[in-house]
């Protein structure tokens, strides 16, 4: 197990899931809360909002992945809490919605921020 405050936690469909999974990010703490949430087709919003939540408030988890197709059941809730440091909340493309430049917010951000690769200052 891993120290206090250092998990990554992912919400999104089986498939994204698994992968994190296997890229070694699974744990399961002393009150065997995984840091994982499996959505699929028929996971209702108001479950994936609770199991954000409950992620938002461990004090084990510092970062937050979910999908983009996942996020936008519970966008509000997300945009809510988005300025919080710890957990860090960001959201990762899935098998279903691939990477847009357009509407990624990290993206977007720094773009505005130090402007595009073309720029000349």
């Known amino acids: 197990m891993h120290s206090k405050g250092h998990l990554i936690a992912v919400i999104a ?50 970062l937050i992945l979910i999908t983009y197709d996942v996020v936008d059941k519970i966008r509000d809730t997300v945009d809510k809490y988005r300025t919080n440091l710890i957990p860090a909340i960001l959201e990762i493309p899935s098998k279903t919605r691939e990477f847009d430049p357009n509407t990624d917010i990290v993206y977007q951000t720094a773009i505005k921020n130090v402007g595009t690769e073309g720029d000349k200052n």
């Open 13 to 62: 469909d089986e498939d994204t899931c698994v992968g994190f999974l296997l890229g070694g990010i699974g744990e399961m703490n002393s009150k065997h809360e995984v840091n994982f949430f499996v959505v699929d087709q028929q996971t209702e919003d108001t479950v994936i909002h609770e199991r954000f939540m409950s992620f938002f408030k461990r004090k084990d988890i510092d």
